[in-house]
């Protein structure tokens, strides 16, 4: 028995040594990102979504400006927000210092919008900015509708998101009483922003573009919070340089021998107030104990949705390049990578910085940010302060998204007219004549199923696993697709595989759009470094081994979540719900 132990342990340490603990592969997602020749859109919304608007511009050559313009308050209309007010005058102040114009602003809420006139000649494309200043505490990000002649141009510019900024109340974490770390609270940080008008839910890439005509009237009116509107600008969207044009503007520079570990819970602010951290049990971590929580790690399911950004602060101690790595998880796509914009300073360097691709890992890994050519990528920082951001998107799954519920929609606009035709009848003995009253039925199905697995080839770029488990859904449902064409009379029993059961078709591809849609990531820190090796994302055997045993001892000796430590003047209370809530809920109390 002592030699096999002995067996299995120098195995076990041997396997160690070969232990997986990178993953650097590029994978280009700039051909699905900007891909907008997608046929294949949903009438499902009575407006226009913003792809199908994009395509009729492209098709029709729109010529798009190329004048940057300032639209002063002056020219604009709506409730006056003036130097003297006597809740918001401190704001009209602070937005003189903000842009270096005297003048007013303009509230936005219920009552009052924003208009003003556009007096360019001919009919062009345009992008816009604005000045903007949160006055409501709410935890929802601002949102504004953007109007033009009183209607929408397109279905997502009833809801433009801007960005809020939320910063920790503390650098400090405060211990429970089992000595836990508990997150700090947060405050919205009120000061006047600019940002460009894109899609803050990031599946498109580019900014939205409107159509307009001399004399057109644009509108800004309220969705859920009140704000200060300040000048409105004509913007032209900046091209991001290739990583070819980047290296040449900055020049011959060294790559600095350096390593500095940012932990992700020393996050200078983010954009979404529910992006919280969790407690990741390992002594590889930045920060760690052996029996309490110490809070490290991003928690991939609070940063997954679009548009989502966390903003951390680095010191380059000389000027020169470094490399950028990420210690990070994602469990969240099984065999698909999701996918970060990362800005240096507030902007992308460079077109690789662009939706950057994370694979799939259940542990945590190193991902080094590479070329096409598998070679670190060169980023260049000046000695002194720097900003480093990630931005969760979607860009790349946009098209497939689109497919999904192009086909959704086409199989429940089936679906109903053949329930109609059946009056809802489902009897497998009884026969229906489904080709004489629907035709083109069983064609359209095979059509569909071929709309699916042609996609599902586009996909595998962004992987190298030959059959992708997540996308490996498209070709199960067009299987059963074909299964269901090839005997179309039968369609009315076989409703629940088509449209109306748990494993239908419908649901099937509807699951895979919200995964899809769920860009799950979480991170325990950011490597600057230069072409020094970094730490792996584990520790040893050894260290492992020993940390697992202490734990396991404590566990017996020390826990002190037994019930059988409760005083006589303490009260049990069970909780079914994350333990974020337990620490508000005990926090409160200890409080008292």
């Given at each position: 028995?002592?030699?096999i132990?002995?067996l299995i ?12 603990s990178s993953i650097?592969?590029?994978?280009d997602s700039s ?7 997608n046929l ?9 979504p913003y ?5 009729s511009?492209i098709?029709?050559?729109i ?5 940057e313009?300032i639209?002063?308050?002056f020219n604009?209309?709506g409730?006056m927000v003036?130097?003297d007010h006597?809740?918001?005058g401190s704001?009209?102040t602070?937005?003189?210092a903000?842009?270096?114009v ?5 509230e936005?809420d219920q009552?009052h ?20 200043l ?11 509708d ?10 997502e510019?009833?809801t433009?998101?801007l960005?809020?900024?939320w910063?920790l109340d503390?650098e400090?974490f405060?211990?429970?009483r ?8 947060s405050s919205?940080v009120?000061e ?7 899609d803050y ?5 580019y ?7 001399q004399g057109d009237t644009i509108?800004?009116?309220y969705?859920?919070q ?13 091209e991001i340089?290739?990583?070819?044009e980047?290296l040449?503007t ?6 600095v021998?350096s390593?500095?570990n ?5 996050l ?6 529910s992006i919280?951290?969790?407690?990741e049990?390992?002594p590889s971590?930045l920060y760690?104990d052996t029996?309490?929580?110490?809070l ?8 997954q949705?679009g ?11 000389e000027t020169?390049y470094?490399?950028l790595?990420f210690k ?13 914009n990362i800005?240096?300073?507030?902007e992308i360097p460079f077109?690789?910085?662009?939706a ?7 542990t945590f890994?190193?991902r080094t940010l590479?070329?096409d050519?598998?070679?670190?990528l060169?980023?260049?920082?000046e000695q ?7 931005e969760a998107?979607n ?8 497919i999904?519920q ?8 089936l679906?109903l007219d053949?329930?109609?035709?059946t009056s809802g ?5 009884r026969?229906w004549?489904?080709?004489?009253y629907?035709p ?11 709309i699916?697995?042609?996609?599902y080839?586009t996909?595998?770029?962004l992987?190298?696993v030959?059959?992708?488990s997540?996308i ?12 269901i064409?090839?005997?179309i ?7 629940v595989q088509?449209?109306d059961?748990?494993?239908s078709?419908?649901?099937i591809?509807?699951?895979l ?8 990531l ?17 520790t040893?055997f ?6 697992g045993?202490?734990?396991l001892?404590?566990?017996f000796i020390?826990?002190p979540?037994a019930?059988s430590?409760r005083?006589?003047?303490e009260?049990t ?13 005990q926090?409160?109390?200890d409080?008292?």
């Amino acid at each position: 028995i002592i030699l096999i132990l002995v067996l299995i342990l120098t195995l076990m340490i041997g396997l160690s040594f070969f232990k997986k603990s990178s993953i650097n592969t590029f994978y280009d997602s700039s051909t699905l990102s900007y891909d907008y020749n997608n046929l294949y859109l949903s009438d499902a919304i009575t407006t226009t979504p913003y792809s199908s608007l994009l395509n009729s511009y492209i098709e029709e050559e729109i010529p798009v400006n190329q004048v940057e313009k300032i639209v002063s308050t002056f020219n604009m209309d709506g409730q006056m927000v003036l130097e003297d007010h006597e809740d918001y005058g401190s704001y009209v102040t602070a937005y003189e210092a903000f842009t270096g114009v005297n003048g007013y602003v303009f509230e936005l809420d219920q009552d009052h919008s924003v208009t003003f006139t556009h007096d360019e000649p001919g009919t062009k494309i345009y992008y816009f900015g604005l000045d903007y200043l949160e006055l409501d505490a709410n935890i929802n990000a601002a949102q504004i509708d953007f109007k033009i002649n009183g209607e929408n141009q397109f279905y997502e510019s009833q809801t433009l998101v801007l960005p809020s900024k939320w910063v920790l109340d503390s650098e400090e974490f405060t211990l429970d009483r089992y000595q836990n770390e508990i997150q700090p609270s947060s405050s919205k940080v009120v000061e006047w922003r600019y940002d460009a008008i894109d899609d803050y839910r990031s599946m498109h890439p580019y900014l939205f573009a409107f159509e307009l005509t001399q004399g057109d009237t644009i509108e800004i009116a309220y969705v859920n919070q009140r704000l200060l509107i300040g000048q409105i600008y004509y913007i032209v969207e900046k091209e991001i340089p290739s990583y070819d044009e980047y290296l040449t503007t900055h020049g011959d520079h060294e790559v600095v021998s350096s390593n500095i570990n940012i932990s992700s819970r020393d996050l200078l602010y983010r954009n979404d107030a529910s992006i919280r951290l969790r407690t990741e049990q390992d002594p590889s971590n930045l920060y760690y104990d052996t029996q309490f929580l110490r809070l490290n790690t991003i928690f991939g399911e609070s940063w997954q949705n679009g548009g989502q950004a966390v903003t951390y602060e680095i010191d380059a101690p000389e000027t020169g390049y470094y490399h950028l790595s990420f210690k990070y998880r994602q469990y969240m796509i099984k065999d698909m990578p999701v996918f970060r914009n990362i800005y240096i300073d507030g902007e992308i360097p460079f077109d690789f910085m662009k939706a950057y691709a994370f694979p799939y890992t259940t542990t945590f890994l190193n991902r080094t940010l590479m070329d096409d050519n598998q070679e670190p990528l060169k980023i260049f920082l000046e000695q002194g302060t720097h900003t480093i951001t990630l931005e969760a998107v979607n860009y790349p799954y946009r098209s497939t998204i689109e497919i999904l519920q192009y086909v959704m929609n086409e199989i429940q606009t089936l679906a109903l007219d053949v329930k109609r035709y059946t009056s809802g009848g489902t009897d497998r003995y009884r026969d229906w004549d489904i080709e004489l009253y629907f035709p083109t039925a069983s064609e359209d199905i095979k059509a569909w199923a071929s709309i699916l697995d042609e996609h599902y080839e586009t996909l595998l770029d962004l992987t190298n696993v030959d059959q992708p488990s997540e996308i490996g859904n498209m070709k199960v449902a067009a299987s059963r697709l074909r299964s269901i064409a090839s005997d179309i009379n039968k369609l009315p029993s076989r409703m629940v595989q088509f449209s109306d059961g748990d494993s239908s078709v419908n649901q099937i591809l509807g699951n895979l759009m919200q995964r899809l849609m769920r860009s799950n990531l979480e991170l325990e820190r950011t490597i600057v470094h230069g072409d020094n090796k970094i730490d792996k994302p584990y520790t040893n055997f050894f260290v492992s081994f020993w940390e697992g045993t202490k734990r396991l001892v404590l566990s017996f000796i020390n826990n002190p979540y037994a019930v059988s430590r409760r005083s006589d003047d303490e009260l049990t209370v069970w909780v079914n719900h994350p333990r974020q809530y337990i620490e508000i809920m005990q926090s409160m109390i200890d409080q008292s």
